[in-house]
């Protein structure tokens, strides 16, 4: 076996598991997860109807560089959202199966193993979606983590990095909206991670996987290609960022998402992934081009997290409270002691899950875990089961 395989650690959900083992959630009280970030909003009406119609795609083979249509429809999308003077669609596009294996896959396909001296390093955020520090291992590199915490607003602090570190940075994964956090990052800060890759030689690799879900309808979250196009830099040179239908359009089935930016990285990362064998069916690609031209159903999501996100606020924040995010649809709120006693107590008393964020996180070089102290809730439910939530953790908090 892969002797890397052994450097994994336990999924979140398997700790969560373990955490449970000993209790059951008491009878009579339905049970409400918080604990997965599982969109679960309706699908789209129009893009169940164009997968029933484009069913005839299961007798074609797909080419792992997709078809014209879809990566047209991105590149027209990239440029709206993020006021990009031009995305090519040939070149500088490419679908892929959800980001979750595409985050991985990058790190396999740009990671040169063959440097002299350390491990070369792969930078992310902390916490982080744990997938960056298993792309990480399984490339045969070491994770650095960035700790986010209250005190620098959640956010890494890139001026605290060592210019060691930088020298034997081969990648950056970023994440922004931030999981589990919710912070952005700003236009000057992605600015100057560019210039840090111009001078050191790494590739930045921006998670804006909930970007389409912010608070504020006037101000929708930066994207990395808009901060190299502020540059006039339209050849986004080792910038590439991710995105996805699963948290923008409620559609985590179908298993599509998009990476995009400089063609040579997109050049390798595309001769990867055909010998990968990580082709988008057809008829996915065909649907999710009508779902990435179509803005209403996006509007539309978002009205209804932030409808959840201003009921359960006004619930809990008198009793526990909470930082209401920018972006994404998580609240990351502080315990009033151990976060993994917060959440077992909370499951066995009232039925309701949520995530230590202990398990979301590493320790830092001092040994502090910046997860540990807070919970994470999805707000992935219904309205109606949001709100039964928060009273629950409510009743749970005054008792």
């Given amino acids: 076996m892969n002797p890397d395989l052994a450097l994994l650690h336990p999924y979140p959900f398997e700790k969560l598991s373990k955490l449970f083992a000993n209790h059951s959630a008491p009878a009579g009280l339905k049970p409400i997860a918080l604990s997965i970030g599982e969109p679960r909003h309706p699908a789209p009406a129009f893009a169940v109807e164009a997968l029933r119609d484009g069913l005839a795609g299961l007798s074609t083979y797909p080419s792992t560089l997709g078809l014209p249509v879809i990566r047209e429809a991105i590149a027209e999308w990239l440029c709206g959202r993020f006021q990009l003077h031009e995305v090519n669609p040939a070149t500088q596009v490419l679908p892929v199966n959800g980001t979750r294996e595409a985050l991985f896959a990058l790190a396999q396909a740009v990671i040169d193993r063959g440097v002299s001296g350390d491990k070369p390093l792969i930078l992310m955020p902390n916490p982080f979606y744990q997938i960056y520090e298993g792309a990480a291992l399984l490339a045969g590199a070491e994770p650095y983590f960035l700790s986010c915490t209250e005190a620098s607003a959640f956010q890494p602090d890139f001026d605290a990095v060592p210019e060691s570190v930088w020298q034997r940075t081969q990648l950056i994964y970023l994440c922004t909206p931030g999981n589990p956090t919710g912070a952005l990052l700003s236009m000057e800060t992605l600015k100057k991670l560019i210039a840090l890759s111009d001078r050191y030689g790494f590739i930045i690799a921006s998670d804006e996987c909930y970007s389409e879900i912010y608070r504020d309808e006037a101000v929708p979250p930066v994207g990395l290609l808009q901060a190299c196009a502020s540059l006039a830099r339209d050849d986004y040179r080792n910038c590439v960022v991710f995105h996805s239908l699963s948290k923008r359009s409620n559609l985590p089935g179908l298993r599509s998402g998009f990476v995009a930016g400089d063609a040579n990285v997109m050049s390798a990362f595309l001769r990867y992934r055909t010998y990968h064998g990580s082709a988008m069916p057809v008829q996915h690609q065909q649907v999710s081009a009508k779902v990435w031209r179509d803005e209403a159903h996006v509007r539309d999501n978002r009205a209804?997290?932030?409808?959840?996100?201003?009921?359960?606020?006004?619930?809990?924040?008198?009793?526990?409270?909470?930082?209401?995010?920018?972006?994404?649809?998580?609240?990351?709120?502080?315990?009033?002691?151990?976060?993994?006693?917060?959440?077992?107590?909370l499951h066995a008393q009232q039925a309701v899950t949520v995530l230590p964020g202990r398990y979301l996180a590493r320790a830092d070089e001092h040994g502090h875990n910046p997860g540990e102290g807070y919970v994470r809730m999805a707000l992935v439910a219904s309205l109606d089961e949001c709100i039964e939530a928060a009273e629950r953790i409510r009743d749970f908090m005054t008792r």
């Fill in 304 to 345: 209804r997290y932030n409808a959840k996100f201003a009921q359960v606020f006004d619930i809990l924040n008198p009793v526990l409270p909470l930082h209401a995010p920018d972006a994404g649809f998580y609240f990351w709120a502080k315990t009033p002691g151990s976060d993994e006693d917060f959440a077992r107590e």
